[in-house]
């Protein structure tokens, strides 16, 4: 509230229609995969930063009630998925689906939007 | 490419090729894997002039990857199965030429960026006839069976290819810093629905649209046979099916054609058509592998070892690749 607006991720989607409104056209074949890759990245972690961050906690607290105390819930969870403890688990597919489809919802929206066609 | 090793390069050329007359006319280099570098030469001998493409090391090399002379040996062994490769024509191990091992091989015409191919409807003569002459060439990689002596550096074949990836992507999970409970999801559905294991063959590793050139009439070259080795014929199918390497497209070959007509040049020249079932188990699979390698690109970037906008952004290509294994398993269990 206190920092001066526009916000990170204002900066990086108004920078990245530069990039790919005025920088793309004018530059040589060579530098255009390049400035594809930089326009990518901008977008990636604009999403990122709009983000609501709280479900990571919401997640690893429901990853931490599946296997119960550890230092790594998540390792423990690997862990366990690999040794047939969690073999047809239901409520261990649903938290893994939720935490893919909030890492998507920053790396790759595109498929979210292609699971709500189908 | 400097004047001194442009001049040792002819030099070594004008003796591989028993041609006093050789003449470098043009090196420029072309767009290479992340691995290796390639170069376009044009040279004339005999009095005509040549195309060809030499291939060497670049500065990061993945200990996975076979080493230039061994894809020359590879390329050498496919084009005499009937394999559609350029053919190879010189290898060259000794540093003091280059700095690195490197072989030449005749250049082939057409494209393989994959996001090109994808689009074309008359590419390989359309769809259809593009999607067989693939399901063709895969079969004729898997004519190639051990044992081969010339291909004696593979090793010999794993008794269960399928056990053995398990086995070898959960130790490369093992040496990542981030769990991947997706990725473990995946393997232990692989695990408990493996197929029994089939007779050897030679298996590309990385058959997949973008590393297949082709032009109007149809494939001119399989490309990039670093990753060979024995294995399970399904694991190139389910490879170049894979949702991961269909560039967008809704086709299921490889983004290209109709997945039957894929199949239908398969059984063409192999004699009988794939196992669906295995296909899929093996498309599970090749999502798993590609995020494996994906994660530790992603790592080099990370680490600082090879700080790279390229390593980086392939990182954030792990999610998309979860949903896709997460999605297959549902299906496979219903």
């Keep these: 509230m206190l920092r001066e607006p526009p916000d990170g991720a204002n900066l990086l989607a108004t920078a990245r229609e530069v990039v790919l409104r005025e920088l793309l056209p004018v530059l040589p074949e060579s530098a255009q995969f390049a400035a594809r890759m930089v326009a990518n990245a901008m977008a990636i972690a ?19 009630a599946l296997v119960g105390a550890a230092e790594n819930p998540l390792r423990a969870f690997a862990a366990a998925i690999r040794a047939g403890r969690l073999d ?24 979210l939007k292609e699971a709500g066609r189908e | 490419m400097d004047e001194a090793r442009r001049a040792a390069l002819a030099r070594w050329l004008r003796e591989a090729a028993r041609a006093e007359d050789l003449v470098i006319t043009g090196a420029a280099p072309l767009s290479g894997g992340a691995i290796q570098q390639n170069w376009g030469l044009d040279v004339t001998l005999h009095g005509r002039a040549e195309r060809w493409v030499l291939r060497t090391d670049s500065a990061a090399v993945l200990s996975v990857s076979r080493s230039r002379a061994q894809e020359y040996a590879l390329l050498r062994a496919a084009l005499a199965a009937g394999v559609t490769v350029p053919e190879p024509l010189f290898c060259c191990d000794d540093l003091a030429v280059l700095g690195a091992p490197f072989f030449v091989m005749r250049r082939a015409g057409g494209i393989a960026a994959g996001h090109r191919v994808v689009r074309s409807e008359t590419l390989g003569g359309g769809r259809e006839a593009l999607a067989r002459a693939l399901g063709r060439e895969a079969a004729r990689i898997h004519a ?6 010339a291909l004696g550096f593979l090793g010999d074949p794993e008794a269960d290819a399928g056990c053995a990836a398990i086995a070898t992507y959960r130790a490369m999970l093992d040496r990542q ?79 290209i054609g109709p997945r039957a007509a894929f199949y239908a040049g398969y059984a063409e020249a192999a004699g009988s058509a794939p196992d669906h079932a295995r296909v899929l ?13 994906a994660a530790d690109q992603a790592a080099r970037h990370l680490s600082g070892a090879e700080p790279s906008l390229e390593l980086a952004l392939t990182g954030h290509i792990v999610p998309e690749l979860e949903w896709e294994i997460l999605r297959m398993v549902d299906r496979h269990a219903a």
């Design chain 1, 88 to 111: 047809d688990d239901a409520a261990a597919f649903a938290v893994l689906r939720e935490i893919t489809r909030k890492r998507c919802e920053v790396s790759a929206p595109r498929v």
């Design chain 2, 144 to 149: 190639i069976r051990p044992p081969c002596p």
């Design chain 2, 281 to 293: 188990w093996w498309e599970l699979m090749a999502h798993i592998r590609w995020a494996v390698i």
């Design chain 2, 177 to 255: 810093d981030t769990p991947r409970p997706v990725i473990e999801w995946g393997l232990r559905h692989l695990e408990r629905s493996a197929p029994p294991p089939v007779p050897p063959v030679l298996v590309h590793n990385d058959f997949r649209t973008g590393n297949i050139m082709v032009d109007e009439a149809g494939v001119t070259a399989v490309l990039d046979w670093e990753f060979a080795a024995w294995g399970d014929p399904a694991t190139d199918l389910g490879w170049l099916c894979a949702k991961c390497w269909r560039f967008g497209s809704p086709h299921e070959a490889g983004g």
């Design chain 1, 46 to 64: 604009a999403r990122e930063a709009v983000q609501d961050a709280s479900w990571e906690a919401d997640a690893l607290s429901r990853v931490a």
